[in-house]
């Protein structure tokens, strides 16, 4: 086992156990993840006013009397109204060694319903970022911006990975690991992590994307494959390489590389640039290990984009970049594959919605 890297599965096992992460109710196995550990919200949301980080010396708690104006019992289900800004305690809480950090981000089947959700901490400065030694609760901030959503306690919005030490893998190394196993198919193009571009000349039909509706019904979190993708979105159809994406709009897109995480990695969607065009690549950040990796039955994953374009209309063409996936080192190999052993709702994808819809 190396000094350095992001835990696997059994790591988290074995902090669950020792009490490094606790929760007001046990932590069921199907929340452990190859390299990550989904997050269950609790039973009350705050409706703010703002969204907000505590900062230095604050904590989240403290906050929320100055900036709550209501709340809500979650328990038999509750609407999270599409615009507004609610803050919901999570059941996990967290007693960080020295030297280990974490991350969080939204979880795939969030990202695709364009449900914006930001873990927070107490004194915290960084949305998604838990420091070195971090003793306390997580907080889920939501935002919905295309749908009402219906959540109660327990559900799974988001994701939590723990890094012990310096993680990242140099351009030199991720050339390395792409010689010794494809991390991605074509070539690799490998610049502060591995680029990827968008597909908008699929291998048959005209179909690239969807587009979400304006205006729709709400989705209740726990209803899956259950919505008519019809009544939520608009499908995105191009006979020539290229759209316009509308200000404001969300868009499903998928990249054009089939991507690859070998088993001893695990990767991070970079954070947006600006001097990509006027639109964001966002929310679902995480790829565990085996997520494509053909071992693990997941042979030409593609990456879905959650593409939300901002002040100006925006031509976007086929096979232009549009993010990058930073690679990190795992501390060892996880006891389960992403895909391979345990439940993945998105192992083999090509263009697809979240688990909430109908396949078209």
Request: charged residues 20%; hydrophobic residues 40%; contains cysteine.
């Amino acid at each position: 086992m190396r000094d350095t890297g992001v835990l696997p599965n059994q790591a988290i096992e074995s902090m669950i156990a020792s009490g490094g992460i606790a929760a007001t109710a046990p932590i069921l196995h199907a929340q452990i993840q190859p390299a990550s550990l989904d997050l269950r919200l609790g039973e009350t949301a705050y409706r703010v006013r703002a969204s907000f980080l505590p900062g230095a010396g604050r904590t989240v708690a403290a906050r929320l009397e100055e900036l709550t104006m209501h709340q809500i019992a979650l328990t038999g289900g509750a609407v999270l109204e599409k615009g507004c800004v609610y803050v919901v305690p999570l059941m996990e809480t967290l007693d960080l060694p020295t030297g280990m950090t974490a991350a969080a981000s939204a979880k795939s089947s969030t990202g695709r319903l364009d449900l914006m959700t930001r873990v927070i901490t107490d004194n915290g400065v960084e949305f998604d970022r838990v420091p070195d030694g971090y003793s306390g609760p997580l907080y889920a901030e939501i935002c919905p911006q295309s749908f009402s959503v219906v959540a109660q306690p327990g559900q799974l919005l988001n994701q939590i990975i723990f890094r012990q030490g310096k993680t990242l893998f140099s351009d030199d190394e991720l050339r390395a690991i792409h010689d010794r196993s494809p991390i991605v198919s074509g070539e690799p193009i490998i610049s502060d992590g591995l680029g990827f571009s968008v597909d908008l000349r699929p291998e048959s039909g005209d179909l690239v994307g969807y587009r979400a509706k304006r205006h729709t019904g709400v989705v209740d979190l726990a209803k899956l494959n259950h919505y008519d993708p019809a009544e939520y979105w608009e499908e995105v159809r191009t006979d020539k390489g290229q759209i316009i994406l509308d200000p404001g709009a969300f868009y499903i897109l998928v990249s054009r590389e089939a991507i690859c995480i070998p088993p001893d990695c695990a990767a991070e969607m970079a954070p947006y640039l600006a001097m990509v065009g006027e639109f964001r690549v966002h929310y679902a950040g995480f790829f565990d290990p085996g997520f494509g990796d053909a071992s693990a039955g997941g042979a030409g994953s593609r990456g879905v984009l959650e593409v939300r374009c901002h002040e100006a209309p925006f031509v976007l063409e086929h096979g232009q970049s549009v993010g990058r996936l930073v690679y990190e080192r795992m501390l060892e190999v996880p006891t389960e594959l992403y895909g391979a052993s345990i439940k993945s709702n998105y192992q083999g994808q090509g263009l697809k919605l979240s688990k909430h819809f109908r396949n078209p």
